[in-house]
């Protein structure tokens, strides 16, 4: 390629890997969409119900650190290709399944095998961009997660089927892994040779697993907000399907917004960390608020609700970026791997904690007590520089 068509197509990189990022998410994210539907052929309660939503994160964690290794071995293509083609295929057998024992197994390996998509679309769109417009690039790549999201809960509540859903899920990620494997190309500089012994160099980095545990502590809000927002509205507040799943897809569109906004904000300021820090405290602000709206009016609720979680959504990518650019290129699939692990973990195991709580309690205590997490994130960022 001439340099003239090297910089036309790393916007192909990016726009290649936010689809492929969002047809993973559409899919781990449609189970919380289709959880009402779900209740009722499998007969399960809220509890049950927060297993099957988490079971996609947990199998991400058995698998995103190795699948970002091998990113870093053998390039994004081969992951993209192998790893979505086989998530597609488990995510539309799931049309089928007989039991909910059945259903669970499918999204585990679902989140087996598709985890790699993260450290691949990552370490592509990291390579084909500088370092002054990472920020903003990987914000966008990052808004992948809000659209597939928004994809699921504008169209799901409109199928109305819950084998169809599944088939629909199923063939968007096909298509998106027949694309990556096609088009993510590496970028146009020479390869840094590295050993087995460089590539796991950044998991020792404290650095980075601060940032990682950091993650995790917030994406505990955006797991309990995106999770269960759809079964509080449909079942504490009486809205419709479709109704709830349109605050979610509202909450996805703000969420989108902030991740791009806050990347060009952390490449002016020259800092990922101070912004994430802000974001923090808005989100504790938003999630107290909420707690105390949880029964007022819908006219108060719902903007409240809005605004929450998509400050839930906003610092993703500025710990995605940071992790990325502490460990540089040549080696970011592994420190990518390290911490999406660290967020699957979290992800996974928030909705088998914070339903039994809103089981036992009230939504209005769940709700309280997430508002704690980012306070918790801020001291572990503490005297963590750029």
């Known amino acids: 390629m001439t340099r003239r068509a090297d910089a ?9 890997g936010t689809g492929a990022q969002a047809s993973f998410a559409a899919a781990g994210f449609g189970v919380a969409v289709l959880a009402p539907e779900l209740a009722l052929r499998y007969h399960l309660g809220l509890s049950t119900l927060g297993v099957v939503i988490a079971t996609t994160s947990l199998g991400q964690v058995l698998t995103l650190l190795p699948w970002g290794i091998v990113t870093d071995r053998t390039g994004e293509r081969l992951v993209t290709g192998l790893g979505l083609g086989a998530c597609a295929a488990c995510v539309g057998s799931a049309a089928f399944a007989g039991s909910a024992a059945t259903l669970i197994v499918l999204l585990l390996l679902a989140g087996v095998t598709g985890a790699g998509i993260n450290s691949a679309t990552g370490r592509a769109v990291m390579g084909w961009f500088t370092a002054e417009e990472r920020g903003v690039a990987l914000g966008i790549r990052q808004t992948a997660i809000p659209i597939g999201a928004g994809f699921s809960a504008l169209v799901l509540p409109a199928i109305g089927d819950l084998r169809t ?13 027949a694309v990556g494997a ?3 190309l590496e ?6 040779p ?3 012994e460089a590539i796991i160099r950044p998991l020792r980095d404290r650095r ?12 505990v809000v955006q797991f309990s907000v995106l999770g269960f927002v759809v079964l509080f509205l449909h079942g504490a507040r009486g809205f419709s399907t479709g109704e709830a799943g349109a605050v979610l897809a509202g909450i996805q569109v703000i969420g989108g917004v902030l991740r791009v906004a806050s990347g060009r904000w952390s490449d002016r300021v020259r800092s990922r960390l101070r912004p994430i820090r802000i974001l923090a405290l808005l989100l504790t602000v938003a999630m107290a608020l909420v707690a105390a709206l949880v029964h007022a009016p819908t006219w108060a609720l719902v903007p409240a609700l809005l605004v929450a979680g998509g400050l839930s959504m906003g610092w993703n990518a500025l710990a995605f970026t940071a992790a990325a650019e ?12 390290l911490q999406q692990t660290a967020l699957a973990i979290a992800s996974g195991v928030t909705p088998l904690v914070f339903a039994p709580i809103v089981e036992a309690t009230s939504w209005r205590t769940g709700f309280a007590l ?17």
């Open 165 to 177: 859903s599944f088939l629909v899920l199923g063939g968007v990620v096909a298509v998106a892994a």
């Open 187 to 192: 970028p146009p500089v020479e390869p840094e």
């Open 208 to 219: 980075l697993w601060r940032i990682s545990v950091t993650g995790s502590f917030l994406v």
């Open 8 to 16: 036309r197509y790393r916007y192909v990189i990016l726009a290649v």
């Open 194 to 196: 590295l050993d087995a």
């Open 370 to 386: 997430v508002a704690l997490c980012p306070l918790v994130a801020i001291y572990v960022l503490r005297g963590l520089g750029r």
């Open 182 to 184: 096609v088009a993510l």
């Open 326 to 337: 502490l460990a540089g290129r040549a080696r970011a699939g592994a420190a990518l791997g």
